[in-house]
């Protein structure tokens, strides 16, 4: 089947790979407890099957009798599992059906009936004893207003929310008591703070068996960065052990010893943990119990022993979160960037007043140490303060500017969430405090291979794709620059990487600002943070030249500020 990969995005299907079908089917079958019984298993979006082929193949071998039910939207994909699964695999019942699977499911809820579907013939409310399950990764926005919209009032949710987060929330309610769930998702809910609803719920409806998160493996032709949840519904509350497996590719330049595999599947079944090499990448595979962390918003901690070590004594060590300290702000929105955001201003036939155009500080530009002089950004910023209070320009006193902006009035005009909130149609839609970009401030991209915070004293603005933290008083300015110190280094690179476990494809990682806030901080007052602000200050004034010797003494440090060893590399 050729598959339309306009639906495919809009739609969030991401077709299971049949190796990855298989891991997963193994994985949810070695926790189960056969009782003779025909037991039913569900995959509420089943796509083409593989799922289910997968894993009524492995019942089969097991001599364990079963019910396959699946469930899509799309009759082209059921049209395709049909074939799979009764022509060639299976031999138990199969139910596809083709109905949206989240209007089969009823919430509980004193008003339930009110959501029932007016089509739904059944519910399937605590009837099913396995659930296999690739649900779609994509925002419930994307599906169209009314639609998100009736998921939200269904399950009760609220904000901008993944699909897959009501499909877990649905495939809780359709499993009997002790019945497995085996589901694969997008990683983000073990460590963003938009996770930490879901991270509750799971937490709350099952005992958690075993969460496998397989990063940037790279198992899906889709951008899909996927974890694998196995759990176990609850009748009652349990403690037992929870035990995780984390497989990322190493791109750090480890050059110690690694073990030979055939392919990352291969990686994936091996009883070993460390580094493994196969079709010429490298991948770094840690294991151990996972740590819940009895806090609102704090990630599962992923972490061995050994690790989970090194991260207490850097945590005992500290005085101070930045998060304590600074507010971390993101930079300017304009939703038009195109418009606002240029580096060859001169050339056009309408330049705007230079007093308008101000110096950009933006993903493109930044370094640890310096500003890239190559890619002079400039925006066009309509704002500024007069005693303290914030306002737009009146375009009339900016002519230049005004003809500019007036060539792109109708793109400007269709931003209707600006209009809407009363706002003029030539501002930035995220502007903040004209004031605050006077001060001294340390800048940092969103996504980065390396750490690039950089502490600016020129009144540069910090375009949407950064973030910044800004010195309100004098006496903040050195806080910024230990922070830039720790920051940028090796230790904090691995920190960041451990307790965030945010790496994305290519080795890059996300600086977002509710993982800076929760940088450690020693205290400013010892002789090693000193040393560290100190340190930073000379790197800051070594524009383009060799800065090796003193980020080496930068190393030595910050260890020396945490009493742990120095790090030499992230292997």
Not at 98 to 106: A, G, R, W
Not at 250 to 257: D, F, K, R, V
Not at 265 to 289: H, I, L, N, P, Q
Request: charged share 25%.
């Amino acid at each position: 089947m050729v598959k339309n990969n306009n639906l495919i995005k809009n739609t969030g299907a991401t077709f299971t790979p049949p190796r990855l079908a298989d891991y997963i089917s193994e994985k949810i079958l070695s926790y189960y407890q056969s009782d003779n019984q025909l037991i039913k298993v569900l995959d509420p979006a089943c796509g083409e099957g593989a799922l289910l082929s997968s894993i009524s193949k492995k019942l089969e071998n097991r001599n364990i009798k079963y019910e396959l039910i699946g469930f899509d939207s799309n009759i082209d994909f059921l049209n395709e599992a049909s074939l799979n699964l009764v022509s060639q695999y299976s031999k138990g019942p199969v139910s596809l059906i083709n109905k949206d699977f989240l209007k089969q499911v009823i919430p509980p809820s004193k008003q339930q009936k009110l959501f029932v579907d007016s089509i739904s013939t059944d519910c399937i409310n605590e009837t099913i004893d396995i659930i296999i399950a690739n649900p779609p990764y994509v925002r419930t926005q994307i599906l169209g207003a009314e639609y998100a919209q009736n998921i939200a009032k269904r399950f009760g949710l609220k904000g901008r929310v993944d699909l897959y987060y009501p499909f877990l929330m649905g495939m809780t309610y359709s499993l009997k008591e002790n019945g497995l769930l085996g589901v694969i998702t997008s990683n983000r809910y073990l460590s963003t703070k938009s996770g930490a609803s879901v991270r509750k719920f799971l937490k709350e409806q099952f005992e958690i068996l075993e969460i496998i998160d397989l990063g940037d493996t790279k198992l899906f032709d889709a951008a899909v960065l996927p974890a694998i949840f196995i759990g176990r519904k609850k009748t009652i509350k349990s403690n037992k052990k929870a035990y995780f497996v984390k497989i990322y590719e190493e791109l750090n330049g480890y050059s110690g010893p690694v073990k030979s595999a055939s392919d990352i599947y291969d990686v994936m079944a091996s009883k070993e943990k460390g580094y493994f090499e196969t079709d010429g990448k490298k991948y770094k595979k840690t294991s151990g119990v996972i740590k819940f962390i009895p806090s609102k918003d704090a990630t599962w901690a992923l972490l061995s022993n050994e690790e989970n070590a090194w991260i207490n004594k850097i945590n005992n060590a500290a005085t101070n979160l930045i998060g304590d300290l600074f507010k971390v702000r993101v930079g300017i929105k304009s939703t038009a960037d195109k418009i606002f955001i240029k580096d060859d201003w001169e050339s056009l036939e309408h330049v705007p007043e230079a007093v308008l155009l101000k110096d950009l500080i933006s993903q493109e530009n930044i370094d640890a140490w310096e500003i890239s002089t190559d890619k002079k950004l400039k925006v066009l910023y309509p704002h500024a303060t007069k005693n303290g209070k914030k306002y737009t320009i009146n375009l009339e006193k900016f002519p230049a500017a005004a003809k500019y902006l007036e060539n792109h009035k109708e793109k400007l005009s269709s931003r209707k969430y600006l209009i809407d909130a009363g706002r003029k149609w030539y501002e930035l839609w995220v502007p903040q405090n004209p004031d605050s970009w006077q001060k001294p401030k340390l800048i940092f991209p969103d996504i980065s291979t390396y750490p690039r915070f950089y502490f600016d004293e020129s009144k540069k603005i910090v375009n949407g794709n950064c973030y910044w933290i800004v010195a309100e008083t004098p006496e903040d300015v050195n806080y910024l620059l230990l922070i830039q110190g720790i920051a940028n280094s090796l230790l904090m690179t691995k920190y960041h990487s451990l307790m965030f476990n945010n790496k994305l494809y290519s080795g890059r990682r996300r600086y977002f600002s509710q993982y800076v806030e929760k940088y450690p901080l020693p205290d400013i007052n010892t002789a090693a943070s000193k040393k560290i602000v100190s340190i930073v200050k000379k790197l800051n004034n070594l524009q383009g030249k060799n800065k090796s010797k003193l980020i080496a003494d930068l190393e030595i440090s910050v260890a020396n500020a945490f009493g742990v060893e120095t790090i030499l590399n992230l292997d």
